[in-house]
């Protein structure tokens, strides 16, 4: 049975769930989190669906084996729309929380507006995702923005080189006056917010979903009981024995 003083696993394919770390110490600074980023086989955007169904299950049987664990944060849009179906079947005893898209609360906030999704490859093309179009693609315009090598350059501490300048410029530059919210739809991308504002200009109001994520694992571990009034503290582990994946990750959290 899972224990109050058991963590709470954040799981990413790299640093970007960190951004959803951040928003759970905020809700919850005593709890106890280990975080897991699978750097070495980032990113998985461009991976096919079964790679990262695989990926995902085989980095949480990792965990599970190495901590005692109450609950998973799946903080990673792209493992959450291909393996969170298989994860909550085969661990049905943790609290399980996915991430996804913003669209309902982009949808909410700016009905009938001109809403962009900038994703990965995978996240866009999975069902999840598709039903999310369909439930909200009647009342708004709604643009899909594939983002190829973003996440490799926030994964390599690129976060506010020139090179990520021209890449956005590249990516959004078509949308610039087009939109009025963009979702961000990978937990890597809220890292590079200010050059995505910069880019776009403030007329565009940018979303994600750490904290709407952060909110739904307080209510599952508070209608649990599982909450930790004790002593907080945050573990990081890497699959990539390089220790700058590491040292990125705790630059993040602490930045």
Same mark, same amino acid.
């Given at each position: ?96 929380? #996915? ?13 009938? #507006?001109?809403? #962009? ?139």
């Amino acid at each position: 049975m899972p224990r109050k003083d058991d963590y709470i696993a954040v799981l990413d394919s790299g640093v970007g769930g960190i951004s959803v770390l951040r928003q759970l110490r905020k809700l919850m600074p005593n709890e106890k989190y280990i975080y897991y980023g699978d750097s070495a086989n980032a990113p998985y955007g461009n991976r096919s669906t079964e790679e990262v169904r695989d990926l995902t299950m085989a980095a949480v049987e990792k965990i599970l084996a190495e901590y005692p664990v109450k609950a998973l944060v799946v903080a990673c849009n792209t493992a959450t729309s291909a393996a969170i179906k298989l994860l909550r079947e085969r661990f049905s005893d943790l609290i399980i929380i #996915g991430i996804e898209p913003a669209l309902k609360l982009a949808a909410d906030h700016f009905p009938g #507006g001109r809403l #962009g999704v900038m994703a990965t490859n995978v996240t866009l093309r999975e069902e999840k995702f598709e039903r999310l179009m369909h439930r909200f693609g009647t009342e708004c315009t709604i643009s899909k923005i594939p983002a190829p090598g973003l996440v490799e350059l926030i994964e390599a501490g690129k976060t506010d080189s020139e090179e990520m300048d021209r890449l956005l410029q590249k990516l959004l530059g078509p949308y610039v006056g087009r939109l009025d919210a963009l979702v961000l739809g990978c937990t890597h991308y809220p890292f590079v917010s200010r050059r995505i504002a910069r880019v776009l200009g403030q007329d565009t109001v940018l979303l994600h979903g750490g904290k709407g994520t952060a909110r739904e694992t307080l209510r599952r571990l508070e209608k649990a009981g599982l909450l930790h009034e004790g002593q907080g503290q945050v573990l990081i582990r890497s699959s990539d024995p390089n220790p700058a994946a590491t040292e990125l990750a705790w630059k993040l959290l602490n930045g």
